[in-house]
């Protein structure tokens, strides 16, 4: 049950996909070898190689250190992003302050 239902949302996103890429906009513009070299990238490196890397490591430690990995991804994200990528943080007021209305 949980592998056809899972495939659904695939089918779905595959679905929706096809049909943008058939719409007359997007039949003006093509992908070029740059497009194609980075979605291959970041599907085939970034998400295939890390999530493979990820779940091997997940079975060779115990439950409570993997919990607290799992529990530590988003906050060592965060630090990665204002220390090694100089972003800053915006408060939730000035963030509402700049969107459209």
Do not use: Q
């Amino acid at each position: 049950m949980t592998v056809a239902y899972s495939g659904s949302f695939y089918a779905g996103g595959f679905a929706v996909a096809l049909t943008r890429r058939c719409s007359p906009d997007t039949l003006r513009s093509r992908l070029t070898g740059t497009h194609l070299l980075t979605l291959a990238y970041l599907g085939v490196i970034a998400s295939g190689i890390g999530f493979f890397l990820w779940n091997t490591g997940a079975t060779r430690v115990a439950t409570g250190t993997l919990a607290v990995m799992n529990n530590l991804k988003i906050p060592l994200m965060i630090a990665a992003s204002l220390l090694v990528f100089g972003e800053h943080p915006r408060s939730p007021t000035a963030a509402r302050e700049s969107s459209p209305s």
